[in-house]
């Protein structure tokens, strides 16, 4: 099963419609946690918001996590070794207020731990190539190479 996920702060159309039309060319199972409550979808199982406990069960039975840039998803998927592909809201389209996610990514692939992907072409040549594999796998606690990446990354980035 592939999970798919937006995160709870707003609807993110472009990626839903992308992986709408992607599961539909699949013959896995795909659940979608699509934040729109009005979206529906011809090829997927969506929930417009999903409980906690339902989002845990839900990533630990997948064998894909396909997500926004959201740094709680992209650790939940590192924590429990899932394959993860990210594609990031664009400010410039209007999915967020800032550029942070586009950010998030680069520094994500920079330490090589997620696939990234900013169109549907490149989110379905990864979706469907199924040597998707884990690239990563953090523990209960995040090393202090990586705390440390991540902190000098946000502090660099930070808004003035």
Do not use: C, W
Not at 15 to 44: H, L, R, T, W
Not at 61 to 83: D, M, W, Y
Request: glycine letters at 4%; charged letters at 25%.
């Amino acid at each position: 099963m592939i999970f798919v996920t937006v995160g709870t702060q707003a609807p993110f159309e472009r990626f839903v419609k992308a992986m709408d039309e992607i599961a539909g060319k699949i013959e896995e199972p795909v659940v979608a946690q699509v934040f729109d409550e009005n979206y529906k979808s011809k090829n997927m199982e969506t929930y417009a918001f999903i409980s906690p406990e339902k989002f845990s069960k839900l990533l630990l039975e997948a064998r894909l996590i396909v997500s926004h840039a959201g740094t709680g998803t992209i650790l939940s998927a590192l924590e429990n070794k899932i394959p993860i592909i990210v594609m990031p809201r664009l400010a410039s389209l209007g999915e967020h207020r800032n550029e942070h996610q586009t950010a998030t990514v680069r520094k994500f692939l920079e330490l090589g731990y997620v696939y990234s992907a900013n169109n549907l072409d490149e989110l379905e040549k990864l979706i469907i190539n199924d040597k998707t594999i884990s690239l990563h796998q953090l523990g209960k606690y995040a090393s202090t190479e990586l705390t440390e990446s991540l902190h000098d990354f946000f502090i660099s980035n930070a808004p003035e």
